[in-house]
């Protein structure tokens, strides 16, 4: 029989940094309060929440790698809202900020959550930042999207332990 390895979504020590776009500060916010209040329901104290406001989702990357090289924190969580707009440049952050994180959390083997909102309307980023956590995937019967922020947490505090497993 194989063996299988996971995380669990509870506390396992550490501290958790959530970078934050002002940019869409509505959307934001609420992403914001969905990973904090997971974050505390599993056993994460407020002390070990850091939170660092930055201008846009663009800026988000500098952040997280001063961050990850750091060495202080456990996981990153990343959050944002891009909604396009009359142009492409909705396209170009999102490309830049994903690739950019992934190659950070693969260089540094610090998990970085991708909790960046990549809407093509204002009310479907409203619908993604919304009260209770929603279900994973989409092929679950009676699936709701959600507050992806609070999803992002829930996967911060798997990676966290999954890695002190794997050590």
């Not at 904090?36 to 930055?54: C, H, N, Y």
């Not at 492409?88 to 994903?98: G, L, M, Q, T």
């Not at 083997?109 to 930042?129: D, H, K, M, W, Y």
């Amino acid at each position: 029989m194989p063996t299988i390895s996971d995380g669990k979504s509870a506390a396992s020590g550490g501290r958790f940094a959530l970078i934050v776009s002002r940019f869409n500060q509505s959307i934001t916010t609420r992403l914001l309060e969905g990973a904090i209040e997971t974050l505390q329901q599993r056993g994460v104290a407020d002390g070990s929440i850091d939170v660092f406001w930055v201008p846009g989702a663009f800026e988000i990357p500098t952040v997280a790698g001063r961050l990850a090289r750091g060495g202080k924190h456990a996981a990153i969580l990343c959050l944002g809202a891009v909604i396009k707009g009359e142009t492409s440049h909705d396209e170009h952050i999102n490309r830049a900020v994903s690739l950019s994180l992934a190659e950070l959390g693969a260089a540094t083997g610090v998990p970085l959550l991708f909790g960046l909102l990549t809407c093509n309307t204002l009310e479907q980023a409203i619908a993604r930042s919304g009260g209770a956590a929603g279900t994973r995937g989409k092929d679950q019967p009676g699936s709701r999207i959600g507050n992806k922020g609070a999803e992002c947490a829930e996967a911060a505090l798997e990676m966290v332990d999954l890695l002190n497993k794997i050590g």
